[in-house]
């Protein structure tokens, strides 16, 4: 019968190896805007369709609003065509970053049909 004995000891550093390999790979940059923006907590309220619904939603201020149409869009199950975003009786433009409007943590943003936006 033969046993194995599993104590031999390694002279490798796997450790080395690992190493050298991360500081060889190329350092990929993130495509979200880093330039000032913070993350922010915010509520969008949709009186679209029947009932009032309410999401919470965590965002990047430097993020475009066209983005954050899409995502709100998916979170409601509406086309993001199909409503525009509000904030303090303004509404936002497409092109611009959320810092743009002075949208502060806890802020609510309601979603109003773009038939009656202007």
Sequence with gaps: MNILNFDEEFDENLDED???????????ESKTPSRGSKKITIYFMS????GEKKQKLNVNDGNLISDIKETVGNLFALNPLDFHLSH???TLDENNPL?????????????IPASIAG
């Design 18 to 28: 690992l190493e050298s390999e991360s500081s060889e790979q190329d350092i990929i």
């Design 47 to 50: 009186t679209i369709g029947p």
């Design 88 to 90: 303090g009786g303004i």
């Design 99 to 111: 810092s743009e409007y002075n949208v502060q943590n806890g802020d609510d943003i309601l979603l």
